[in-house]
C-alpha cells in the first residue's frame, strides 16, 4: 500500500508555497507539484488524511490532461520518470506528483455549470439569475440547466473565492482572453460530461484554472477531480434537493453532525468516516478512467 502523505519535506528543494492539498517546489525552470492526502472542509485542512486522495488527485488529472489534449494544451512535462535531483523523495512522489511548465496564471476560477447547484442555488434562489446569467424560473434545487454556463469567479488566496460577471472578468483580463477562456472552459466540460455520462456519471459542474506561456493558453492546476467538481452518481439522481457525491460529502455530513464552529483548528475524523471517504475517491477514480487506482 502507499504511504500516506499529509506533508512533504524535501531537503534542498525549494518550497514555492503550500495549498490546502498541493505542495508546490520550484525547480527553476519548471515546478514540481505534489498532491498530498491532506482533505478541507469549509476553508479549514483538517487534521487526519486521507489515504490515496492525493494519488486520485493526481492520476485523474493526467487522465483528462490526456484525453482532452487535442482541445487545449496542458502544463504537464513529466508525472512517472523524475531526475535523478528527486529520487531520494521517491517514495513521496510515487503517482501523486507532476513535473510541469511554469506559466503565467490568470486569476480567474474558470467554473462552468450544467446543474443548479451549491453556490449557484444559492445565487438563484435571491436573484433568479447566476453570476448574473439569468436562468428560466421555476427551477428546482440540482435541476439541469437548458445549456451549461459559464461563471466566473475571482481567485482568492485566502478565504472563499467570489462569483463575478462575465462584464467583470472582461475588465479584468480583457475581451479577447475572457472569451478564450468561456470558449475553451464550456468546451471542456462539454466533452468531460459526455464521457462521465457514459460512465454512469453526472458532472454537475466544475473549474478550471489556466495560464499563459508567451501568448497560449495552457490548462493547469488540476483537471475535473472530486476535489474541482461535482460528480453525482446517475442512478441516484433525485432534483429537488442536494445529491450524493463522490467527493468529501461524508466528512461535510459527519460536521455538520458534530455541531463543528467551522473554525480552525478542525477536529479529527473517525475512521469509518475516513475510509467512507477514500472509497468515493477511489469509486470516481475507476468509473471513470475504467480501472482501478492500483
Not at 96 to 119: D, F, H, N, Q
Request: proline share 7%; with cysteine.
Amino acid at each position: 500500500m502507499n504511504a500516506v502523505v499529509s506533508q512533504t519535506v524535501f531537503p534542498g528543494l525549494t518550497l514555492r508555497g503550500r495549498g490546502k492539498v498541493r505542495d508546490i517546489y520550484d525547480l527553476g525552470d519548471k515546478l514540481l507539484i505534489v498532491a498530498t492526502d491532506r482533505l478541507s472542509a469549509f476553508d479549514v485542512v483538517l487534521p487526519t488524511p486521507i489515504p490515496d486522495k492525493g494519488r486520485v488527485l493526481t492520476q485523474l488529472s493526467l487522465f483528462w490532461f490526456e484525453k482532452l489534449a487535442n482541445l487545449i494544451p496542458n502544463h504537464v512535462l513529466e508525472a512517472k520518470d523524475f531526475t535523478d535531483e528527486l529520487a531520494p523523495y521517491a517514495d513521496s512522489l510515487e503517482g501523486r506528483a507532476m513535473l510541469v511548465r511554469k506559466t503565467e496564471p490568470i486569476p480567474i476560477e474558470c467554473v462552468v455549470r450544467g446543474y443548479v447547484s451549491g453556490s449557484g442555488w444559492k445565487d438563484y434562489q435571491k436573484t433568479g439569475a447566476i453570476c448574473g446569467i439569468a436562468l428560466p424560473t421555476g427551477l428546482r434545487e440540482s435541476d439541469r440547466l437548458p445549456e451549461a454556463i459559464f461563471t466566473p469567479s475571482t481567485k482568492a488566496t485566502t478565504g472563499h473565492d467570489e462569483n463575478i460577471s462575465f462584464d467583470e472578468t472582461i475588465e479584468r483580463v480583457g475581451r479577447p482572453l475572457a472569451e478564450k477562456l468561456r470558449e475553451t472552459s464550456l468546451a471542456i466540460y462539454r466533452h468531460a460530461a459526455e464521457h462521465a455520462a457514459a460512465r454512469g456519471i453526472i458532472l454537475a459542474d466544475t473549474k478550471f484554472e489556466f495560464g499563459l506561456l508567451g501568448d497560449d493558453l495552457i490548462w493547469i492546476d488540476e483537471a475535473l477531480t472530486p476535489d474541482s467538481s461535482r460528480f453525482w452518481p446517475a442512478d441516484q439522481y433525485a432534483p429537488g434537493k442536494a445529491q450524493p457525491s463522490f467527493d468529501k460529502q461524508f466528512v461535510r455530513d459527519y460536521l455538520e453532525r458534530i455541531g463543528w464552529n467551522k473554525l480552525p483548528p478542525g477536529p479529527a475524523l473517525p475512521m469509518d468516516v475516513v475510509a467512507a471517504t477514500r472509497g468515493k475517491y477511489r469509486e470516481a477514480y475507476q468509473r471513470i478512467t475504467g480501472h482501478e487506482l492500483d
